[in-house]
């Protein structure tokens, strides 16, 4: 049997690929058959290397007078580009991580160093880091000499990413190190005065939605198909068939009162977002490196709204006036919305570039649609973070609630139908999912990718609460009397769904947050050139998009208990499925880009993209 050299967790140095240069890298594994060593760099990226490749630390002449300036945030002070994460500089949590001997490793082993690590910043837009290159071997690239900078800063004109790249030199190499950093600087600067979106050409950018007359259609489309709906939902006989009855006029919905209790329930969750209770974590990183922080509340701001909302029934507040006022509630939600978005798209004007959404193209009208800005704060008020969580999730629940009381006012019931019940409770185990594992929001599309605009205002306050509680909305006015057994079928429907919706988002969570998480080591991956790996086994072996399947299976089983004599509640189903597959196209394009060949292979290896052998 062929012997190994070096040991698991052992601290070795390994040959870049294609390169003469040696970085820290602790050995994971080696493989017996192919004689390889798969070894780990400072910043999580994973290799397999040739026994050869691989040297023993003690083997590299010390520096006399070590200094440690080789980290790459010492050499560059306080500039954002130093943040950003290279095989030289381990993100925080691993360095937090390692064992004090494995500390007293890395510095002794810095003091060797005899190379820099320096990430360029290829791309001015974005917050993630990523970059497209059609291969996956990032190793092979970094070592390229780079004579011409425009040509290695060539920018692809669709992409909106931030792109990180390693650039491996020699330390003798610094001076000409420094050239080529002015260079990049006034490259980059000249870049940002170019791709603003004042003079980005519309059209060299791939814009979402169907472009302009798209976003158009939405904004004013989806307004009048939310009261259609509602107003179906209110009829007697609410079939597609019966023409849908006339929109009433605005001014008979509008109802100052209304609004004002809209208002005070927004207050209250700004209130509670407010609180400084909850542990602050800090977003993904930003274009210029930084990281955002975020107040984790979520889940207290629930405890505290159930509180206020159980003391008001206690005391008697009538919250049938909801129910009968839920046009007029929608309407004043749309009226807030209008005017946050308004509100989001002139401050945006004043924005630094750096702030800006790289969705964002140039066209007011798609901008004001999609959001210009990424993050807007007031202060640390996040407004697009608090949106998404707070007035219209919660608000949501307690909708579903208002519809369980009317139920039993309205259908003169002592208890709430078992359809009312299972509809409440699912969609009660939804929103508290995502209040529990509220930091997860902060890798989704809509908070990296998406600015604030009306697209999220819409969704967040309008869609949200008044559609997404649409099935306790329609058994309010249409019973419908659920057996036992096909309750339980039901039951097991929804389970299924969330146990593959939680375990594909907290599979890939674990995995993005550290990829050596023990508890993952079972799991197959493939790196890509960003550094990043992908799963291609456990639920992301499965289908592209694990967590959309279990998320439409939960969506199945809310309408489920709303029978099968009308198509209108499982308008969600239908709503959500084109939601994802559109979502899904969006980022399958987006990962194409970020991860290229790698993106590809993946693809091969996972076909489907949510539903196994059809889709
Ligand atoms: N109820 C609702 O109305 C809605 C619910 N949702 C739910 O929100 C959740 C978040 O959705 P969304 O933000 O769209 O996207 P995902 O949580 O699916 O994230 C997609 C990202 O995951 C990473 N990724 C993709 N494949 C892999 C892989 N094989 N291994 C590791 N990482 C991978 C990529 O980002 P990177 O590599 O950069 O990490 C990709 O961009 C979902 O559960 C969805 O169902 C979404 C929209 C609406
Ligand atoms: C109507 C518009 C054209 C589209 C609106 C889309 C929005 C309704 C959704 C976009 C992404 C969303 C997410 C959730 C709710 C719906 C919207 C706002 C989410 C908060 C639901 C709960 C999940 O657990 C989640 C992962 C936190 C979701 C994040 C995305």
């Avoid at 990032?138 to 990180?164: A, V, W």
């Avoid at 007029?328 to 798209?345: E, H």
């Avoid at 339980?488 to 599979?507: D, H, M, P």
Wanted: proline share 6%; with cysteine; net charge positive.
């Amino acid at each position: 049997m062929p012997s190994r050299k070096f040991a698991d967790g052992e601290v070795v140095r390994g040959r870049w690929p294609g390169s003469s240069l040696y970085y820290e890298v602790e050995i994971l594994s080696h493989d017996s058959t192919s004689q390889l060593y798969t070894v780990k760099y400072k910043d999580g990226t994973e290799l397999e290397l040739k026994e050869n490749d691989i040297k023993p630390l003690t083997s590299f002449r010390q520096r006399k007078g070590g200094s440690t300036s080789s980290s790459p945030s010492r050499r560059r002070g306080s500039r954002s580009r130093s943040r950003s994460r290279s095989p030289g500089r381990p993100p925080k949590s691993a360095r937090r991580s390692a064992s004090a001997s494995h500390q007293a490793n890395i510095k002794e082993a810095r003091r060797e160093v005899e190379v820099k690590l320096t990430p360029l910043i290829l791309k001015p837009f974005g917050n993630s880091i990523s970059r497209y290159n059609g291969e996956p071997e990032h190793t092979e690239r970094n070592d390229i000499p780079h004579k011409n900078t425009q040509e290695k800063f060539s920018l692809s004109q669709e992409s909106s990413y931030i792109s990180t790249q390693y650039s491996l030199r020699p330390r003798r190499e610094e001076v000409k190190l420094k050239e080529i950093d002015s260079k990049e600087e006034k490259f980059i600067a000249k870049e940002l005065a170019v791709r603003t979106f004042e003079v980005t050409p519309i059209q060299a950018k791939d814009l979402e939605f169907g472009g302009v007359p798209g976003v158009f259609l939405i904004m004013f489309g989806l307004p009048v198909f939310l009261f259609l709906l509602l107003l179906m939902c209110k009829q007697k006989d609410p079939s597609l068939l019966n023409f849908p009855p006339p929109l009433p006029a605005l001014y008979e919905l509008w109802e100052t009162r209304v609004f004002g209790v809209y208002l005070l329930w927004f207050l209250i969750q700004v209130l509670f977002y407010l609180l400084p209770i909850g542990k602050v974590v800090e977003g993904t990183p930003l274009i210029d490196g930084r990281r955002l922080k975020y107040r984790l509340n979520g889940f207290y701001a629930f405890i505290l709204t159930s509180a206020v909302i159980g003391t008001s029934l206690f005391q008697g507040v009538e919250f049938h006036y909801v129910y009968s006022h839920f046009l007029q509630f929608a309407l004043g939600a749309t009226v807030f919305c209008v005017v946050l978005s308004v509100y989001l798209y002139m401050r945006s004007l004043k924005a630094p570039r750096n702030d800006l959404s790289p969705a964002s193209s140039g066209n007011a009208v798609y901008d004001f649609f999609i959001g210009r800005e990424l993050n807007p704060r007031i202060g640390t008020f996040d407004l697009k973070y608090f949106c998404e969580l707070r007035p219209g999730l919660i608000g949501w629940v307690v909708i579903n609630l208002v519809m369980l009381l009317a139920e039993m006012k309205i259908q003169d019931r002592a208890i709430p139908s078992l359809a009312m019940i299972l509809v409440n409770s699912f969609q009660l185990l939804y929103v508290v999912d995502a209040l529990w594992n509220e930091e997860a929001l902060l890798t989704t599309m809509d908070i990296i990718h998406d600015g604030f605009g009306f697209m999220l205002a819409f969704g967040d306050l309008v869609w949200v609460p008044f559609i997404y509680s649409f099935q306790a909305f329609y058994l309010v006015s249409h019973p419908n009397e659920v057996s036992w057994p096909m309750a339980s079928l039901i039951i097991v429907l929804k389970l299924c769904g969330y146990v593959i919706f939680r375990g594909a988002n907290s599979q890939k969570n674990a995995f993005r947050k550290n990829p050596s998480d023990p508890k993952l080591a079972h799991l197959k991956t493939i790196h890509t050139s960003t550094g990043k790996h992908l799963l291609v086994s456990g639920w992301w072996g499965f289908v592209r998009h694990p967590n959309y399947l279990g998320d439409l299976i939960m969506a199945l089983a809310w309408s489920l208990p709303c029978g099968f004599n009308h198509i209108l509640p499982y308008f969600y189903v239908i709503y959500f499925t084109m939601l994802l597959v559109h979502r899904e196209a969006r980022d399958e394009y987006h990962c194409k880009k970020k991860y290229g060949v790698a993106w590809e292979k993946y693809c091969q290896r996972v076909p489907y993209r949510i539903f196994p052998y059809i889709y």
